[in-house]
């Protein structure tokens, strides 16, 4: 049995070196978070390798599982974590993808093939955001806005309380300085020298005079 990986550059090659049928191709719009199956009508009537890819970057297409018979699938590299799941049955073959988000919209492929020649169905997955996503980007857009106002709030209310406490200060400040003044005019106002007393005469001295 020829190796998975050879098989995969083989169909890559085929894309483009062989002839290419292109069998159908729709859109498929999902919602963020949902399960979604991509569906491809069967066209194989004997054993053929089917397999599912996407383009990548508008310029690759990207492996994402191969189908060697209708019981084996294999996962590419980068597809193994169970997310995708490949599947057929005699009318369709189905890629099943779990919650998926924005990064799974692009350009689906379903390959077949069969005698030489490549058959593709093209799906285009669009992947918008859901009604729950939009409403919690809302809320929480809601809640920032709220406490940037709040915040914004509290800083003013702080700068004005300062600005006030800074005032009362300087004016607290100037009050005193007023009142030192008026306390030392006063002190100077009261504050004088006394004369000197005359002194008594005393009644029992005899006071004489010399030329």
């Excluded at 159908?24 to 719009?29: G, I, K």
């Excluded at 093209?122 to 929480?140: P, Q």
């Excluded at 800083?155 to 007023?178: C, D, F, H, M, Y």
């Amino acid at each position: 049995m020829m190796n998975l990986t050879l098989i995969t550059a083989f169909i890559l090659c085929s894309i483009s070196w062989i002839s290419v049928s292109l069998s159908e191709s729709h859109t498929v719009e999902v919602q963020s978070g949902e399960n979604v199956t991509l569906q491809c009508t069967n066209i194989s009537k004997v054993q053929a390798t089917t397999s599912w890819f996407r383009l990548v970057n508008r310029t690759k297409a990207s492996c994402i599982s191969t189908m060697i018979s209708s019981e084996t699938v294999k996962y590419c590299d980068g597809f193994k974590n169970g997310k995708f799941q490949m599947s057929s049955n005699i009318s369709t073959v189905s890629l099943n993808i779990k919650e998926v988000d924005l990064s799974d919209s692009g350009v689906y492929f379903c390959g077949f093939y069969i005698s030489g020649q490549t058959f593709l169905s093209v799906i285009h997955l669009n992947v918008e955001e859901s009604d729950a996503t939009t409403k919690l980007m809302g809320v929480i857009l809601v809640i920032l806005g709220s406490l940037f106002v709040l915040h914004t709030t509290v800083i003013i209310g702080l700068v004005v309380k300062n600005r006030k406490l800074q005032r009362a200060n300087e004016e607290k400040n100037r009050q005193q300085s007023e009142n030192l003044g008026s306390d030392d005019l006063n002190y100077a106002a009261v504050t004088f020298c006394q004369k000197a007393k005359r002194r008594a005469v005393e009644p029992n001295v005899v006071y004489a005079a010399t030329r």
